[in-house]
């Protein structure tokens, strides 16, 4: 993994933890709760995508479209 791709991932998960937050609502505190479990899905379903050698919607080293999928999982 690259630095460059690990900070694409931490931004891109911070941006759907931050949309999440805008549709739903909430104080700081909930504002906290779901970049931090956006954060968590999304390394665990690039992790996932890794093991599986599942290649949707690659992006150099991330597997984006697990990596998303993972953390919309988690979120909602």
Avoid: E, K
Wanted: aromatic share 14%; net charge positive.
């Amino acid at each position: 993994m690259t630095l460059p791709a690990l900070i694409f991932g931490i931004l891109f998960s911070t941006l759907l933890g931050a949309l999440f937050h805008l549709l739903r609502g909430g104080g700081a505190g909930r504002l906290l709760l779901y970049l931090l479990v956006s954060w968590l899905g999304f390394w665990a379903g690039h992790a996932w995508g890794v093991a599986q050698n599942w290649d949707f919607i690659r992006l150099g080293p991330l597997r984006l479209g697990a990596a998303g999928g993972g953390s919309l999982l988690l979120l909602i």
